[in-house]
């Protein structure tokens, strides 16, 4: 049982997790919670130095209260260097690399964040976008966060 247990945690993609920074209502609705824009931050799992804030709208209502709500396609994401990065790593790593992802509906839509090193400028790239099994958004947000700048 621990050996199956072990595999699965080690076959289980590492996404970082979210950490609710704050939100703001901007519509309000009379059974259950408003829909509010929310705002998280997340550190980049494999780049040390990193931390990714994101905006996304949430659905509110008795469908949010729930957790069966959809919840719009749109998001924002600004990526920022809060420490040291470690510039020799940055060569090895996956590009691109799912780096969040969080459902934005009971279980077919996703809101993702990827991200690209692009070596030849010395600059990591964060895109995020919502993805649906049938049909995803090209609604999509970037954010570029220079490395190695003297």
């Known amino acids: 049982m621990r050996t ?17 920074i704050g939100s703001v209502g901007y519509r309000f609705k009379w059974l259950g919670p408003n829909d509010k824009i929310a705002v998280e931050a997340f550190d980049d799992p494999d780049v040390a130095g990193v931390t990714c804030y994101i905006s996304r709208a949430r659905t509110g209502g008795i469908k ?31 590009s691109p690399h799912e780096v969040f992802s969080e459902r934005a509906s009971l279980i077919f839509k996703t809101t993702q964040v990827v991200r690209f090193w ?13 993805d649906r099994i049938i049909e995803g958004s090209p609604k999509n947000s970037i954010s570029v966060v220079p490395v190695g700048l003297k």
Do not use: H, M, N, W
């Not at 199956?4 to 609710?20: I, K, N, V």
């Not at 949010?64 to 959809?70: D, H, Q, S, T, V």
């Not at 692009?118 to 919502?130: E, K, N, P």
């Open 4 to 20: 199956l247990l072990a595999a699965l945690l080690l076959l289980t993609p590492s996404f970082a997790f979210a950490e609710d």
């Open 64 to 94: 949010g209260a729930l957790g069966l709500a959809e919840d719009p396609s749109d998001a924002s994401i600004a990526c920022r260097q809060v420490g040291p990065i470690d510039v020799s790593k940055l060569d090895g790593i996956k």
């Open 118 to 130: 692009d070596a030849r400028r010395r600059v990591l790239v964060y895109l995020s976008y919502t």
